[in-house]
């Protein structure tokens, strides 16, 4: 107890007990350069939780917004010496605190000597207003199209792999900066499917308006309609890999499909890598491995992603 009175005496020199039995303290606090006024009255079992505080008007000022704040403190700090010192942090903290966010750029925080949590809070609102259209496009995909991955989209996600038709899927990479404008493409699927929306995405790439929705801009560019949600059950193109026979493995769905339309079966990469590193007749050169469908037997290429072991 003494040692902790000790701690006191030093850190608040200014702000000192009024009576034998230490129920009230009163006098000052520094913060931002100045000195603020406080008085607090404990109850005689001198629990900080059932205390009063009684701030002067300029102390009342700076803690405007944070009222909330600081009555959870006084519940749960463990003794008046703890909650001092984190209402002189809520007052004047000596650097920007660290800032967790769930958001698709980096959040830097503007801080001088003079900032407070609101300025944060504020900061942390423009952020958001500046990324409105973004979640816009984001939030219209989720609506209005399959999406395969990520299954459950964070607001920090820029990227969505989007139903195509059976066995083809297209990812794209959104820049948040500039949701609008046309985003990275992969296609994801059987060579004979994809490749001609490739061709179509070249030739109708002039056709892509910023003033238009990226979804509209995709329909366009690619001149198909997406499978409507409304119609079609998410089962109809969520096929599990013909190998391991499941959908997700370590959080990869199937992304690889046999090139034959009479086959047209996905399989995860890894596990068709295995499949093929396994058989004889397969032949690899560089990061392409070529050899035979484990379903029809025709010939089924595979380029290895950074995703191999």
């Known amino acids: 107890m003494a040692e902790t009175e000790a701690s ?16 009230v303290y009163e006098g000052f606090i520094s913060a931002q350069g100045r000195d603020f006024q406080l008085r607090i009255l404990l109850p005689e079992d001198l629990q900080l939780k059932n205390a009063r505080l009684l701030c002067s008007w300029q102390l009342r000022t700076v803690l405007n917004g944070y009222h909330q704040i600081v009555q959870q403190r006084m519940q749960h700090s463990p003794d008046l010496m703890s909650f001092l010192m984190e209402l002189k942090m809520v007052l004047y903290p000596a650097e920007s605190p660290d800032c967790f966010v769930d958001l698709p ?3 830097s925080v503007s801080w ?13 609102l423009a952020a958001l207003e500046s ?11 989720d609506e209005k199209t399959w999406v395969l991955e990520p299954e459950k989209p964070t607001r920090s996600a820029t990227a969505r792999r989007i139903v195509l038709g059976n066995n083809a899927s297209i990812n794209i990479e959104v820049d948040p900066m500039h949701p609008t404008m046309l985003p990275e493409c992969c296609f994801l699927g059987a060579d004979h499917v994809v490749k001609p929306l490739g061709i179509k995405l070249s ?3 002039h056709l892509w308006d910023p003033e238009n929705s990226l979804l509209q801009n995709l329909r366009d560019v690619l001149e198909i309609d997406f499978p ?14 013909g190998i ?4 997700q493995l370590d959080g990869a769905i199937p992304d690889q499909v046999c090139d034959n339309s009479q086959c047209g079966q996905p399989f995860h990469q890894i596990c ?25 037997s025709k010939p089924i290429t595979l380029k290895m992603s950074g995703r191999k072991p």
């Open 8 to 23: 006191l005496l030093r850190q608040f020199p200014l702000f000192l007990p009024q009576n034998r039995a230490k129920t």
């Open 105 to 107: 750029v980096s959040f």
């Open 112 to 124: 001088t000597p003079q900032s407070s949590l609101i300025s944060i809070h504020s900061q942390f």
């Open 131 to 141: 990324l409105k259209t973004f979640w816009d496009v984001m939030d219209e995909i």
């Open 203 to 205: 030739r109708n790439i």
């Open 228 to 241: 409507a949600r409304a119609i079609l059950e998410k089962s109809d193109f969520s096929r599990d890999c």
């Open 244 to 247: 391991c026979y499941a959908y």
């Open 272 to 296: 068709l890598y295995e499949w093929l590193r396994g058989l004889l007749t397969s032949r690899q050169s560089f990061n392409i491995i070529f050899g035979e469908c484990p379903y029809c």
